[in-house]
């Protein structure tokens, strides 16, 4: 079993930076994939960024220039660094893990996930 627990959300003002945690724990190999999501009130959990087990970064067009994925496999830690931050990046934050894929067409594939940290963006 994987445990995923997030940190590092919170309330900021537009233009602001946030860098989320994501400690894991447990059965959990440095090749598997890893990735963020989030999900506003009232709407759909959306890809944010993921990360392959081969390392490469896949972001969405609404994050990309603006927000980097990083992970330290000795400490099992994935992180979300957000700079230039808007309102619209309001949201639950959601860390994913996964053993077989960061390419799967539903979020719900996702096998193991956090509880979650909101992030707060203020105009």
């Known amino acids: 079993q994987v445990q995923l627990v997030e940190s590092g959300g919170g309330s900021v003002q537009a233009g602001g930076s946030l860098r989320l945690s994501c400690a894991a724990s447990?059965?959990?190999?440095?090749?598997?994939?890893m990735g963020w999501f989030r999900q506003a009130p009232g709407k759909e959990r959306e890809e944010v960024v993921v990360?392959?087990?081969?390392?490469?970064?896949t972001y969405a067009d609404s994050v990309k220039g603006r927000f980097t994925i990083s992970k330290d496999n000795a400490k099992s830690t994935l992180y979300l660094q957000m700079n230039s931050l808007k309102p619209a990046d309001t949201a639950m934050y959601f860390c994913?893990?996964?053993?077989?894929?960061?390419?799967?067409?539903?979020?719900?594939?996702?096998?193991?996930w956090g509880q979650g940290t909101q992030v707060t963006v203020s105009s």
């Open positions: 994913a893990a996964d053993p077989w894929s960061a390419y799967y067409s539903d979020y719900r594939q996702w096998r193991y």
């Open positions: 447990g059965y959990i190999s440095s090749t598997y994939s």
């Open positions: 990360i392959d087990s081969g390392g490469t970064a």
